[in-house]
């Protein structure tokens, strides 16, 4: 499986909608997979200075992504193929928010296209 980021453009007013729209854009993401093409939101990050919100998504392909993401509907403004890496001592963090404890460490989850 690769993953794929979306990234899209959320105003700093819409931040207290933005966990529902996060769990919205994962339950469609469950339906595309039963429609047959495997996707999962993997998570979202927000930078509210920015006023930019990124997807990331496992499936094997941006073209599952964008079935997800459209019918979501969320306006988008790339798809992009990511690489997911975790440092090693991401695990000994005693923070479980931010560690990955089903994770190998440094293991790269996707390709990089064109390197």
């Known amino acids: 499986m690769s993953e794929f980021v979306v990234e899209t453009y959320t105003s700093q007013e819409m931040t207290g909608f933005l966990a529902r729209r996060v769990e919205d854009v994962a339950a469609v993401a469950e339906r595309v997979s039963q429609d047959g093409a495997r996707v999962r939101l993997l998570r979202a990050i927000f930078l509210p200075e920015e006023e930019t919100c990124f997807y990331l998504f496992e499936t094997a392909s941006a073209d599952a992504v964008g079935q997800a993401v459209s019918r979501a509907p969320l306006h988008f403004a790339r798809i992009s193929e990511a690489v997911s890496i975790t440092p090693r001592n991401a695990r000994a963090r005693p923070n479980t928010k ?12 996707g390709t990089q296209p064109g390197r």
Do not use: D, I, L, V
């Open 98 to 109: 931010t560690s990955h404890p089903g994770r190998k460490a440094c293991r790269q989850e």
